[in-house]
């Protein structure tokens, strides 16, 4: 568990990983101010502290930020694309780990340097390659904090070279409905629901779902719908609803499932919802990918 975060006075550099977006960052920065003995404002603007995360780009295409944990989280799910007038990048760029690497080549204010990666899973080849240099050669007091999904997320080399922590607790999975079931694992959704009104996009979600598996819904017809709230939130509540009808069909009556008549199709497009998410992050027309998905569901 996060415990095992410790700063001590020798670099360090830990993995830490967690399924749950918000909730992971939130727990490391907690451990960080108590580790350093400071407040969270006072984190943010720690002069030994360095955040790196999806780079905010500018009109003339330079960076001028990293993305805070809020809007990274909201932008995983598509709610955000921009902030003011700037666009967040789709990846963590090598010149931004060049920035990390002259940070830690400057000797600590106080007592030790400390690096937050927020999201490496979202590193292009080059910033990888620099930052697994980086954590080789770093002589400094410097720890980095990787943040991510899954120990899958990184090169084997950068995690051979951290301390590896999973933060994620026990889910309970005796949900009444696919709702409750989706907000337990997406806490950050149903915090913001009254927002993004979240909780009809899951049931009209649903009901197209099961109208492309009964061929009631015309599949052009529903990837239109999709595509006007996003493909990346789409795609999420489609992963969970299979993963939902999944668990039901392993532990419950099959009668009291809808969708019971098609486990295979549903097995089938999980499996190549990894493939989905990939084709997202190197930007194919999200109305292609959806108008396949729905062909896929209806046929």
């Known amino acids: ?6 700063l001590s006075n020798k670099p360090s550099n830990y993995l830490v990983t967690s399924t749950d977006l918000n909730n992971r960052y939130l727990l490391v920065t907690q451990k960080i101010c108590s580790e350093m003995n ?9 002069p030994d502290v360095k955040y790196v995360s999806l780079p905010i780009i500018d009109k003339t295409d330079k960076t001028v930020n990293s993305v805070s944990n809020k809007d990274l989280v909201l932008n995983n799910y598509g709610l955000v694309n921009n902030i003011d007038s700037n666009k967040i990048g789709t990846e963590i760029t090598i010149n931004q780990i060049r920035d990390v690497i002259s940070f830690t080549q400057l000797s600590a204010h106080k007592d030790k340097k400390i690096v937050i990666l927020n999201d490496v899973s979202k590193m292009n080849i080059e910033a990888s390659s620099a930052l697994l240099k980086t954590l080789e050669e770093v002589s ?19 995690k051979s070279r951290c301390l590896h922590i999973n933060i994620d607790s026990y889910i309970d999975d005796s949900s009444n409905s696919f709702e409750e079931f989706f907000f337990l694992r997406h ?24 109208g492309l598996l009964d061929k009631s819904y015309d ?26 009808i999944l668990k039901k069909y392993i532990s419950t ?21 990894p493939n989905i998410k990939k084709n997202i992050l190197m930007n194919i ?15």
């Open 187 to 210: 806490s950050f959704l149903k915090d913001n629901d009254n927002i993004y009104d979240i909780s009809t996009s899951l049931n009209e979600t649903v009901d197209q779902i099961n």
């Open 38 to 46: 400071i407040t969270k404002d006072q984190l943010q603007n720690n």
């Open 1 to 6: 568990m996060i415990d095992q975060l410790i």
């Open 140 to 158: 400094s007091n410097c720890s980095f904090i990787l943040i991510c999904n899954s120990v899958k997320d990184v090169h084997e080399t950068i």
């Open 219 to 244: 599949p052009v017809d529903v990837s239109i719908i999709w595509n006007k709230l996003g493909i990346k939130l789409i795609i999420e509540i489609i992963n969970m609803y299979i993963i939902y």
């Open 285 to 299: 027309n999200p109305k292609y990918l959806l108008n396949n998905l729905s062909i896929e569901l209806a046929s």
């Open 253 to 273: 009556d099959l009668k009291t499932i809808e969708s019971k008549g098609h486990i295979k199709k549903l097995s089938n497009i999980y499996e190549i919802i």
